[in-house]
């Protein structure tokens, strides 16, 4: 009887998705050194399972901790007798995704009957489909480049959007941490505009007959289909760890530039384990080689969330890069275009000292190879939802990341080096 129970405990792991019943994310507020200290040792409490959606490492700063159930009481008698202040931002997580799933399963019903839904979540067979779509319906213009496949054999297809001839080009891409499902997303509703807006727009018909662009929805195609099927806040890639029975490196901490520093875990446990070495992930390399190959990229775009951040190198030191004026410049210019929208505010700056020293960057690495104009976005929002922000948003998200991107395209268009 006892084998049977835990065989199917075991199955029912395996086969169901992780749930998250009376999970809480907590607003966390250290008021000074000692306090930041305190979380820096509660995070290294493994037994605790505490998943920091974003850190503090300076005074004052907020934190955002989802802590498991079987962990709130624990976790906030602490925080109390340290005196460190908290608020509950989260009351029951699984309450989010239990709406996050009614919504996708609504959407997938009615997308049946009609058109695809730039305004809803979507697994990666539907955005691989799309993907299809839109290189059908704009022939002359858009064509798919796979530039290789991911650790699980999943192709990671590049969207190319040139109107001919050997031009420079910009390079966005999305996903690279798995929940942060509003990149992924956003990123399709873009290709789409792209595709659409060519010819009417002057704006972006000039872009494009002076630059191709190569757009990749899903950097992380694994781990999207893990955080759809099974973790719902699965962050990692899915790649085996040697001597390791955890699974999965952080893709933005697995690019060589400043390989193995701050802000990086070499627990392969870790969420932010940075890889056994620079490139080891297949989905890095895999891009590293094609801009490498490629050999004129001018511009590296990457699409994250969340917090709201318009960010430039470096983010594995404390420097500012040469050309620091002109990226603040561009940068300030087109955050102030993403809130012109919907008055959604956004912060500028390099990473380091817009959030904390991370090494292994992709936009640090971009830089350093010698791509000027390399930016990361933090999308919506600012902590009330984080990583599950609700689908009614993503349009929003979306039209105004857009202005923000435009203004990029058009800086870069307008100063060729």
């Known amino acids: 009887m006892r084998l049977i129970l835990f065989f199917g405990a075991v199955l029912g792991h395996i086969y169901c998705r992780e749930t998250f019943v009376g999970d809480q994310v907590l607003e966390i507020i250290p008021k000074n050194e000692e306090q930041i200290k305190n979380l820096e040792e509660l995070e290294a409490e493994e037994h605790l399972q ?25 976790v906030k008698v602490f925080l109390e007798s340290q005196g460190i202040a908290y608020s509950i931002m989260i009351e029951d997580v699984q309450v989010l995704l239990d709406k996050e799933n009614e919504e996708m399963l609504f959407s997938q019903r009615t997308e049946r009957n009609s058109n695809f ?5 979507h697994s990666l067979e539907e955005i691989s489909q799309e993907v299809d779509h839109l290189v059908a319906d704009y022939p002359g213009l858009v064509s798919k480049v796979e530039i290789g496949r991911s650790f699980e054999n999943r192709p990671m297809n590049v969207l190319k959007f040139s109107t001919g001839g050997n031009k420079p080009a910009i390079w966005l891409d ?13 990123a399709l509703w873009t290709a789409n505009k792209i595709a659409s807006d060519y010819r009417n727009d002057p704006s972006v018909t000039s872009i494009l007959d002076a630059m191709d662009i190569f757009l990749l929805p899903v950097t992380n195609p694994d781990g999207y289909v893990f955080s759809q099927t099974s973790n719902r806040m699965w962050r990692k890639t899915r ?5 390791s029975l955890c699974v999965g490196v952080d893709p933005n901490r697995n690019w060589d530039a400043g390989f193995g520093g701050p802000g990086a875990s070499s627990n392969p446990c870790s969420d932010s384990y ?20 490629h050999g004129n990229v001018k511009a590296f775009i990457t699409l994250h969330s969340y917090s709201q951040l318009l960010m430039f190198p470096y983010g594995y030191k404390c420097t500012t890069p040469d050309n620091s004026d002109e990226l603040d410049e561009v940068a300030q210019k087109a ?83």
């Open 335 to 417: 955050a102030q275009l993403v809130t012109s929208l919907h008055g959604t505010n956004y912060k500028v700056g390099p990473i380091c000292s817009v959030i904390y020293q991370a090494s292994g960057g992709s936009i640090d690495w971009s830089y350093d190879y010698g791509i000027k104009y390399s930016f990361a976005f933090e999308l919506r929002d600012t902590g009330r939802y984080g990583f599950l922000l609700p689908a009614k948003q993503i349009l929003p998200t979306a039209e105004e990341t857009w202005l923000g991107l435009k203004a990029i395209m058009e800086h870069v268009r307008d100063h060729p080096y």
């Open 117 to 121: 839904d730039f305004g809803a979540y």
């Open 274 to 293: 940075h890889g056994p070495s620079a490139n080891s992930e297949i989905e890095v390399k895999a891009i590293v080689d094609f801009i490498r190959t």
């Open 174 to 186: 999305a996903g690279i941490h798995a929940r942060e499902w509003i990149t992924q997303a956003t």
């Open 239 to 243: 790649s085996k760890v040697s001597g």
């Open 50 to 74: 505490l998943d920091f959606w974003k850190s503090a490492t300076t005074p004052g700063q907020t934190a955002h901790v989802r802590v498991p159930s079987v962990s709130v009481q624990a």
